[in-house]
């Protein structure tokens, strides 16, 4: 289990990629806030614009979203 909340600059992944190369990490936290009533956190990232894609030159992470703490994983590896 992870232990939340994620520090600031962590890469992740959402629990819905589960190719290979995700697990290098989609998204970048910028920001968090809780823990909330249930101990779950929220993550503002950023990630790619066609999430069911991998970064690339052609699919950047410029899209800034919120992620439940349930759904963020923290990478295996580092770029």
Do not use: C
């Amino acid at each position: 289990m992870t232990a939340h909340p994620l520090p600031v600059g962590t890469r992740v992944r959402h629990y819905g990629q589960q190719w290979a190369a995700a697990r290098r990490g989609t998204a970048t936290i910028r920001e968090s806030k809780g823990p909330y009533r249930d101990g779950s956190y929220e993550y503002r990232v950023t990630t790619t614009v066609d999430f069911s894609r991998r970064p690339s030159p052609d699919n950047p992470e410029t899209r800034e979203t919120w992620w439940s703490s349930t759904a963020t994983i923290p990478t295996e590896t580092t770029q």
